[in-house]
């Protein structure tokens, strides 16, 4: 099982990034896929969660109307398209796939906004 995200890196405030995470080694389809992130110093907080076909999403208030979580099942991979981007999104990125209590993470990717 790989889960390989992509797409971070240093951003203005009020910037975009869309993030990739691409899926190998399981069912893409029956998992609901999520987009998690640490802040430096902080826990890890869910930011968007979308359902196996893609017909239900999920937002962290703090996101809400800024970040849109996607999916493209076909080619087993999931984004996160981020607008408007604040320093209060400077995190590591994490992508999560789930089924039932069966999870899997991804190795993360940075993300800075700067202000």
């Known amino acids: 099982v790989q889960l390989v995200e992509s797409g971070g890196g240093l951003v203005q405030s009020g910037g975009s990034l869309k993030l990739s995470c691409a899926a190998s080694?399981?069912?893409?389809?029956?998992?609901?896929m999520s987009w998690y992130r640490q802040p430096p110093g902080k826990e890890r907080e869910l930011v968007a969660a979308?359902?196996?076909?893609?017909?239900?999403?999920d937002y962290a208030d703090s996101v809400k109307g800024r970040f849109t979580i996607s999916r493209d099942n076909a080619k087993n991979t999931v984004f996160l398209q981020m607008n408007s981007l604040k320093p209060d999104d400077t995190a590591v990125y994490y992508c999560?796939?789930?089924?039932?209590?069966?999870?899997?993470w991804g190795q993360g990717t940075q993300v800075t906004v700067s202000s």
């Open positions: 979308i359902s196996g076909g893609g017909g239900s999403t």
């Open positions: 080694g399981f069912t893409f389809r029956r998992y609901g």
């Open positions: 999560n796939a789930r089924f039932g209590l069966i999870g899997y």
